[in-house]
């Protein structure tokens, strides 16, 4: 069936075909170069070069109205809309689901709900949910509370916090 021709043909062809992409790979190297390029004694590298402050904590927000503020007008029907990004994991109906219930958390102790297993990093925080509680959790899960269940990355927006904020006070009973 094959014969040594056969094979000799299929091993030139696998040659060439690897030959091929080597010189492709070298030409496309020559023509788009992205490294440094020496120019006389100095070291550049070919590209634009955006000037960028350094900012000191790293993700600091612009300034703007304070969480008290926004809460103070916030709008649960809005807040019922970001509840959408909450409701895959949370219910309203007194059931857990994959996180716990959410029905009456504002104001209720933190890690309360009997029927839950809750991660140590939330069953070690003292206090209360109130408002302000939730305020820092939901801008940061992993920040509020290293080491959390919650794989939820949080609300960058203080206005959806307030508005989700607002809602589950008045859906929440």
């Known amino acids: 069936m094959f014969d040594t021709m056969t094979t000799t043909k299929v091993v030139g062809g696998l040659c060439g075909t690897f030959l091929v992409l080597l010189l492709g790979k070298w030409a496309a190297e020559e023509i788009y170069h992205v490294g440094a ?15 960028v402050p350094e900012s000191g904590a790293g993700g600091e927000e612009e300034a703007g109205p304070s969480f008290e503020e926004v809460f103070a ?9 970001v509840f959408g990004k ?11 689901a994959t996180g716990p219930h959410l029905d009456g958390v504002v104001n209720r102790d933190i890690a309360a709900v009997g029927d839950y297993a809750y991660s140590e990093a939330l069953t070690s925080l ?22 959390t269940k919650m794989s939820f990355s949080g ?3 203080v206005e959806d916090r307030a508005n989700l904020i607002a809602y589950l006070e ?3 009973g």
């Open 86 to 96: 909450c409701r895959a994991c949370h219910k309203l109906d007194g059931a857990n």
């Open 170 to 172: 008045s859906a929440g």
């Open 155 to 157: 609300l960058p927006s």
């Open 37 to 51: 390029v020496a120019h006389g004694d100095e070291e550049v590298a070919q590209a634009y070069s955006i000037d």
């Open 73 to 81: 007008s916030a709008d649960a029907a809005a807040g019922e809309r």
């Open 126 to 147: 003292e206090g209360a949910w109130d408002p302000a509680a939730l305020d820092g959790f939901l801008h940061d899960p992993r920040g509020y509370a290293p080491g």
